[in-house]
Nanobody, 120 residues
């Protein structure tokens, strides 16, 4: 069964940190491009970061603050988020990508999402 399950979201103050995880079953994450995306109410879903054997990429809005990684043995994708800002608030999704891009249109498999709220 193909499944992506995110966890680790929560409420955090500005400047704080969170680590999201995405446990994957049904396929090997090291064989695919895997990414993180987020969506706020009224906005379109946007790409945050992707990783693959060939490299990785970040959205300019999170570069230097977020770190994407994966544990192949656990078949799990991570997103370490530091120095969080109000505008980082949203539902964060992991996704399996069909190519090297931050475009949500290239995702063929989504997780259910985890809420991240940055508030004082």
């Amino acid at each position: 069964q193909l499944q992506l399950v995110e966890a680790g979201g929560g409420l955090v103050q500005p400047g704080g940190s969170l680590t999201l995880s995405c446990v994957v079953s049904g396929f090997d994450i090291d064989s695919y491009v895997m990414g993180w995306f987020r969506q706020t109410p009224g906005e379109e879903r946007e790409g945050v970061s992707w990783t693959a054997k060939s490299g990785l990429a970040y959205s300019p809005s999170v570069l230097g603050r977020f770190t994407i990684s994966k544990d192949v043995a656990k078949n799990t994708l991570y997103l370490q988020m530091n120095n969080l800002k109000f505008e980082d608030t949203g539902i964060y999704y992991c996704g399996r990508l069909t190519t090297y891009t931050l475009s949500p249109g290239a995702v063929d498999l989504w997780g259910q999402g985890t809420q991240v709220t940055v508030s004082s």
